[in-house]
Every structure is written in structure tokens, then in C-alpha cells.
């Protein structure tokens, strides 16, 4: 029995056009904020924005992926959602890049790997808000609802009838 097909309750997000201004604008509002963040620190701000490179770089090859298979999401949620899963995989992989990105700093002091792994409670209480930020950023910057012309206003704006 084939009827007919089940209408679509929620759109898919679609970029925001023109889609070439908006996506970069949204990736530097996403990952540059945290330099304000990290002030005075240029080490941390390095870490913040090599760590946000890699998160935004992952999450949007995932998406493009669920894109490609037809699955675009249809709530801004679901991208946040996407980065910071993401983000959790770059925190609880980031000791293994921390020790070399630390290593070259002040006080000629190498990091070792073992203590790179002990800040990684330090790296997810401060990295998971983080990205938490800066995926609701880029969600709502970058991405849209498309108009849909059978809205229920539109729908009912014909059938009112004043009261008699």
C-alpha cells in the first residue's frame, strides 16, 4: 500500500546565504571568542584556538557527512550537539598533543605525558563549556530555518472569519 508521502513537520537548517560570507564569519566568531577568554595568557590562548581548529574541522566533516547521506539536521541542537561530542574526543585525546604544545614554553621545563594527563579534569571543566559556546555560536550564525509558505498563519489566514 503506497499512500501518499508523510509531509515534513520540521525542515532540514539550510546556510545562511550568501553561504560564503556567513560560514567564515560564523567560524571566527566561534573560535576566535576565547582569546578574550584567555586574555593575558598567549599559551592558553594558542591551546584554546588549535584545540577549537581541530574540534570545528572534525564536527563539520561530520556533518557534511550526515549531509551527503541525506540526513541534514533539522534542529540547531543537533550541530552543538556535533561539536561538542567532538570536543569531548579532542579533550580526552588532547594529552597526547599537550605535552609537545607545552613542552616549548617558559622555564626551559619539559611536560611529560603523565602530567599532561593529569589536567585532562582541568582540559574537559574548561574545554566542554568552551565548546558548548562556540557551537551555539556558529549554529545560530551560520546556519537558518528555510521560510516555509504553509506556516499555520499563512495556512489559516484565508479561513478567519470575523465574528458576527
Same mark, same amino acid.
Do not use: C
Given at each position: ?73 533539522? $534542529? ?6 556535533? @561539536?561538542? %561530542?567532538?570536543? +569531548?574526543?579532542? #579533550? *580526552?585525546? =588532547? ?19 603523565? $602530567? ?6 582541568? @582540559?574537559? %571543566?574548561?574545554? +566542554?563549556?568552551? #565548546? *558548548?559556546? =562556540? ?30
Amino acid at each position: 500500500m503506497n499512500g501518499p508521502p508523510i509531509p515534513q513537520r520540521i525542515p532540514a537548517l539550510t546556510w545562511r546565504k550568501p553561504a560564503f560570507l556567513w560560514t567564515p564569519i560564523a567560524l571566527a566568531l566561534a573560535i576566535s571568542w576565547p582569546l578574550a577568554l584567555f586574555y593575558g595568557n598567549p599559551g592558553s590562548q594558542r591551546l584554546a584556538v588549535t584545540a577549537l581548529f581541530a574540534v570545528f574541522g572534525l564536527s563539520l566533516m561530520t556533518l557534511g557527512v550526515r549531509w551527503a547521506m541525506g540526513k541534514a539536521p533539522k $534542529m540547531r541542537s543537533i550541530v552543538v550537539s556535533h @561539536i561538542v %561530542l567532538v570536543s +569531548l574526543l579532542v #579533550a *580526552l585525546l =588532547s594529552p597526547l598533543a599537550l605535552s609537545g604544545l607545552l613542552g616549548t614554553q617558559s622555564a626551559g621545563e619539559q611536560v611529560t605525558f603523565s $602530567m599532561s594527563l593529569s589536567i585532562l579534569p582541568l @582540559i574537559l %571543566l574548561i574545554g +566542554l563549556p568552551i #565548546a *558548548l559556546v =562556540s557551537g551555539v555560536l556558529f549554529a545560530w550564525t551560520a546556519l537558518t530555518r528555510p521560510k516555509s509558505k504553509d506556516d499555520l498563519i499563512v495556512t489559516f489566514q484565508g479561513d478567519v472569519q470575523p465574528f458576527r
